[in-house]
């Protein structure tokens, strides 16, 4: 038990068993204790408990009456009454009902008291794990939606693209404007191949067992930009880097790969052609316990209404030239999945800085 | 002979621009092809022009970035009626989505939604030509 400890809220008019019930369980668990009924709730108004122990026999209103009133506003907490053998047929009942999960007869004894918590913190916290993983299969099923929806887009668009061209070629007599065609249609296969990577990416980024490696930022740079610059919209683009790493630095080294890839080909697809020398200079700065890197450009930048949603699935800022819109929530999911931050700072027109920073994964 | 019609194209990918202009000209369907990147962009023109300008088959995208087609619509909803009369609107995309095409068949402004890639006689035959 040294996690948080399960809070229990304890209600009993008889001040003397409160204490002696406190004095007995403190050390283990996190207790509450009130004699009052209507302090009880405002005790559960303020605080979640995971079980609430109530004595059936109190002045005015019976444990099992208490927990009828709760139990639609605070359905969360395991109840268990406490109660003498005279009460047992209204503690059956209340079994029965549904109200408590367990009773406790009186006098009651440590080991079966602490029996009785452990099972029902047990129940209370299978509950809230379930709860948790729906929350979290409906978002992934409506992210799988929308991923669906827009992932189809990005696949049949080049396809029909294609399409397109052929037929338009079919229709031209004249042979030599086809290699204009078979260019378009080379461009149209290279969109989707590079939509069908990274759909990949992401797939490795969010199911992937992450493999925790000594990183070389030098080697991982030097391999990223062996994989660009022979790209035909590198154009005339000037990358310049400056790399510091001092001691070890341990990170997965293909989600720091997608990181690298996405800003650096963003810097060169984003570049202002307009300006004579259009530039990225990628900074990183690493030590044993974290990393900085900084991805600046010179190039169009990004409106400030849409600084806030680039990082979102599907995303598209910018009317021209823009993929898919998965390039960036891919390094944002890879970020947080390394415990890391980025931030971006760009004017229209100037540029744009991306600023990460990651934490070393220690083994 | 029927005068020859107007066509506005509207779509994102600069690719499918080059395309439909050539292959509506090469079809001889039109000469006078005028084409948009953006909906934005289309739709300040509409504003700006649209008294003086002469009937219009407009081809929309679905999904574009900053303002997708159903947002043109909306949009286009909002202009003087005398513009939107001399106006015909297909949407022209390769979605497969049933939401996507109910929503087009819904819409008052759409006439059809058209499958990319376009079929030159499917469109004719849209238009009773």
């Known amino acids: ?363 | 002979m029927k005068p020859l019609l107007n066509f506005f194209l509207i779509d994102d990918s600069a690719f499918d621009l080059f395309i439909y202009e050539k292959l509506l000209i090469k079809s001889g369907i039109t000469e006078s092809v005028r084409t948009f990147n953006s909906a934005r962009e289309a739709l300040k023109h509409l504003a700006n022009h649209g008294s003086t300008l002469p009937e219009i088959i407009i081809l929309l995208d679905l999904q574009m970035p900053d303002m997708n087609g159903f947002e043109f619509i909306d949009e286009f909803d909002l202009l003087p009626e005398a513009v939107k009369a001399q106006i015909k609107i297909f949407m022209l995309s390769s979605t497969i989505d049933t939401r996507d095409i109910e929503k087009a068949k819904a819409s008052p402004h759409i006439i059809d939604l058209l499958p990319k890639p376009l079929e030159v006689n499917f469109l004719k035959k849209k238009l009773d030509m």
């Open chain 1, 1 to 363: 038990m040294n996690e948080k400890a399960i809070s229990i809220l304890y209600i009993d008019d008889e001040e003397h068993n409160l204490h002696s019930f406190k004095a007995s369980f403190r050390k283990q668990y996190d207790i509450t204790i009130t004699s009052s009924v209507v302090e009880a709730e405002q005790f559960m108004e303020t605080k979640d408990f995971c079980i609430v122990l109530a004595d059936q026999r109190m002045p005015h209103t019976t444990g099992v009456q208490f927990f009828e009133k709760i139990r639609t506003k605070f359905p969360k907490p395991i109840r268990i009454l406490i109660t003498g053998h005279t009460d047992i047929s209204a503690a059956i009942d209340a079994i029965n009902k549904g109200e408590v999960f367990r009773f406790i007869d009186k006098p009651w004894d440590y080991t079966y008291v602490e029996t009785a918590i452990s099972s029902a913190y047990e129940i209370y916290k299978t509950r809230e794990d379930l709860k948790q993983r729906n929350m979290e299969l409906q978002k992934a099923n409506e992210e799988l939606d929308k991923f669906v929806y827009s992932a189809s887009h990005d696949l049949r668009a080049p396809l029909m693209s294609v399409l397109g061209i052929v037929n338009l070629a079919l229709l031209e007599e004249d042979i030599k404007s086809q290699n204009e065609y078979l260019e378009l249609i080379r461009q149209s296969v290279k969109k989707l191949d590079t939509f069908i990577i990274n759909i990949i990416d992401y797939y490795k980024n969010a199911r992937g067992v992450p493999v925790v490696t000594d990183i070389s930022f030098e080697e991982l740079v030097t391999e990223v930009q062996a994989t660009i610059q022979y790209l035909p919209e590198y154009g005339n683009l000037t990358m310049t880097t400056d790399i510091d790493q001092t001691g070890v630095f341990q990170s997965d080294v293909m989600k720091l790969r997608i990181i690298f890839n996405n800003l650096i080909n963003n810097a060169i697809k984003f570049q202002d052609k307009s300006k004579p020398d259009p530039y990225v200079h990628l900074t990183v700065k690493s030590t044993p316990t974290e990393a900085k890197i900084i991805v600046a450009d010179n190039g169009s930048g990004i409106k400030e209404s849409d600084q806030d949603k680039i990082f979102r699935m599907f995303y598209r800022a910018g009317a021209t030239n823009s993929g898919s819109g998965i390039g960036l929530y891919i390094v944002h999911e890879a970020i947080s999945k390394l415990g890391g931050e980025i931030s971006v700072s760009s004017k229209i027109g100037q540029g744009s800085i991306f600023e990460i920073n990651i934490p070393s994964i220690l083994k």
